[in-house]
């Protein structure tokens, strides 16, 4: 059901906006997290140990997506992105305050719970109130939120906690997140749904998971593939600083840059997938292409090539591409009285392997080195190819 022309054009794409607003300043708070590493191992802690600290964000976001998608579907994206946003400032706020690891990891923690709330419900809105054929591409501009938060937080964290230390940083996600909720309370409109008995009718309330696994292996791809979008995230700072020997400003602008493009590459593999009329035939290619640069990532970092720097480049952008194209797949297929815990089930899922991989492969790269730890991610992004389903019948409400 198309529900586009209840709202003017105009509005449409200011609650896009909005919803690429909030959950950029979720993402700056999760990803960006990460760039508190070289500060803290400044600070003394050892690399793992750093990585188990930024990672607490994400272990706050895979306890919680689920939660989320179920009280999206119960009151509404509006009110979920507010009573959301405004926690997660508070959270962030908090840990502004605190000079304890212990209370920062707590703070972390509970942001990224707070942070949870924007997935499913910025998911819905684009879903709700766009029509199939320019879903994708309304999607791939939600979902360039990720990469622009990761970019606004590679450019602002580390300066911030060089020159401050690391709670004042926390305050850039804290003055965000305010504005974000504030906006959305001003600027959503819940996209409408069919009546229950309507969808009762059509089936919209059966479970989408019952006799089918497409929707599981949609989920089994994203996990297998944020593995080496987090491990490019997570490192590529350290890596280009500490291995490199770049300077923070440089490496910072680099990596800024890198997520710029990937937001673009999102945008980009969305609209491609409206004009092929599917989401699996580019999400597969977007798999081939994440386990081959990954591969040619470890073959010139082993050998010291100066190459291995802009295929860092390339990597950053291909290893995002696949989210937005996974994301809207799942809203479609579950439909409007199962996304927010589809979508929550989706991003559970990724967000798991997110907060493994900065304890697991800083783990690896101190045993073993960086062109280990990149192959060791392509290989990871090769099992995923086999398993992208084919293109199923999906809803377009």
Wanted: net charge positive; with cysteine.
């Amino acid at each position: 059901m198309d529900h586009t022309g209840e709202v003017g054009s105009t509005r449409k794409w200011s609650m896009l906006a909005l919803g690429v607003f909030g959950q950029s300043t979720s993402s700056l708070f999760v990803h960006g997290s990460a760039f508190l590493i070289p500060a803290l191992h400044a600070d003394g802690l050892s690399l793992p140990m750093a990585g188990l600290l930024v990672a607490m964000p994400t272990v706050g976001i895979v306890l919680a997506l689920i939660a989320w998608g179920v009280v999206v579907d119960r009151i509404g994206e509006r009110r979920v992105l507010v009573i959301g946003l405004g926690s997660m400032c508070l959270a962030a706020t908090a840990a502004v305050f605190t000079s304890s690891y212990i209370a920062l990891g707590a703070f972390l923690l509970l942001g990224g719970i707070a942070a949870a709330s924007t997935n499913s419900a910025s998911g819905r809105v684009v879903v709700g109130w766009f029509p199939v054929n320019r879903r994708g591409f309304a999607m791939g501009i939600r979902q360039m939120s990720q990469p622009l938060g990761v970019a606004i937080g590679a450019l602002a964290i580390p300066t911030v906690a060089a020159a401050h230390g690391v709670p004042a940083a926390l305050a850039v996600p804290a003055v965000m997140a305010a504005i974000a909720a504030i906006g959305c309370g001003i600027g959503i409109i819940d996209p409408p749904r069919p009546s229950k008995v309507d969808a009762a009718k059509s089936g919209l309330l059966n479970n989408p998971y019952r006799g089918d696994s497409t929707l599981l292996r949609i989920h089994s791809v994203s996990v297998l593939l944020v593995v080496p979008q987090a491990a490019v995230w997570t490192f590529a700072l350290v890596w280009l600083t500490q291995d490199r020997g770049w300077s923070l400003t440089a490496a910072g602008a680099l990596v800024t840059g890198t997520q710029l493009l990937g937001a673009a590459g999102r945008i980009g593999a969305g609209a491609w997938s409206d004009l092929l009329g599917s989401r699996m035939r580019p999400l597969r290619y977007v798999a081939i292409a994440a386990a081959t640069t990954m591969a040619a990532l470890a073959l010139t970092d082993w050998i010291d090539w100066t190459v291995a720097i802009p295929i860092l480049v390339i990597a950053s952008v291909v290893t995002v591409a696949d989210n937005g194209l996974a994301f809207t797949a799942v809203a479609e297929i579950a439909g409007p009285y199962w996304s927010g815990r589809g979508l929550g089930i989706q991003n559970t899922g990724q967000n798991l392997a997110s907060s493994a991989v900065p304890p697991l492969f800083g783990t690896l790269i101190v045993a073993t080195n960086y062109p280990t730890m990149w192959l060791v991610t392509a290989l990871i992004a090769a099992v995923a190819v086999p398993l992208v389903p084919k293109d199923p019948a999906a809803a377009t409400t």
